[in-house]
């Protein structure tokens, strides 16, 4: 399931964004789950006591708070959910950037535009679902791929260093590191830096020649093989997703 939070402080936009979104989710035999705002102060509310949504809908001018300042809420703890912002005005366009908006669209929205910006929401939301599994010394550990800010080999083990600052540990390694990290290369989110490294490229702080900072502050070295590709497919993230 798929869960979907809808702000707008006019009672007859929300009853029609909430439509509309069930109109997609019919005609894609999707499984949504909506709840709607009429205040952005009330979603923060929510979204601070721990309530998480893959795909926010966002009016940009309310009373109180606004698009962008709901946006930089959700920005704080969540930096991988979908964010489509619906307004009348172009005048947050620029801001919208810096909570990363996937789209940014002026009313009144045709079906076919909102439809197309779900389609991108809705992909995101089914990446964010994906999961890998790690064989520890205290059995099988599940982790979303999302969770994961880099992987380093090392000590003929796996270690996961996941956002929230804790490491999961594999057992031995039977397989070559990227047989064992297969899933995550095949993601669009992660690249091998070097040999002993894989990244998830949305923690990207600082991109350098031989060298990259995660958003943890990590020094995560790339070999001097690999830095035209990696260079190439970081590029290509930032300009698909930002």
């Known amino acids: 399931m798929i869960q979907v939070a809808i702000c707008d402080d006019e009672p007859e936009i929300l009853q029609e964004l909430s439509g509309a979104v069930t109109d997609y989710g019919t005609q894609k035999d999707l499984d949504l789950s909506i709840d709607t705002y009429s205040s952005a102060k009330d979603l923060e509310k929510q979204t601070t006591y721990g309530k998480r949504y893959q795909i926010y809908i966002l009016d940009m001018l309310m009373p109180q708070m606004n698009g962008i ?23 947050f366009a620029y801001q919208a950037f810096g909570v990363f908006a996937q789209r940014y669209l002026l009313k009144p929205v045709a079906e ?6 779900m389609d991108f929401a809705v992909e995101n939301a089914l990446h964010m679902q994906k999961t890998v599994y ?19 080999s090392a ?18 390694l039977r397989k070559s590191f990227e047989r064992e990290m297969e899933a995550l290369l095949e993601s669009r989110d992660f690249v091998q830096t070097h040999k002993s490294f894989i990244i998830n490229l949305s923690y990207v702080k600082l991109f ?3 060298q990259i900072i995660m ?7 790339v070999s001097k093989s690999r830095q035209t590709t990696v260079k190439r497919i970081y590029l290509n993230y930032i300009s698909e997703n930002y």
């Not at 076919?112 to 910006?117: D, K, R």
């Not at 958003?215 to 070295?221: H, Q, T, V």
């Open 69 to 91: 300042e709901i946006g930089q809420a959700i920005r704080s703890h969540d930096r991988q959910a979908a964010i489509i912002y619906l307004t009348s005005s172009m005048d």
């Open 112 to 117: 076919s535009q909102f439809f197309e910006a």
């Open 134 to 152: 790690v064989k520890t010394a205290s059995g099988l550990h599940k982790i979303f791929c999302h969770e994961i800010e880099y992987v380093e």
């Open 155 to 172: 000590s003929r083990a796996i270690h996961i260093c996941a956002t929230d600052g804790t490491e999961i540990v594999s057992r031995l």
């Open 208 to 210: 350098g020649p031989d």
């Open 215 to 221: 958003r943890s502050g990590a020094l995560i070295p």
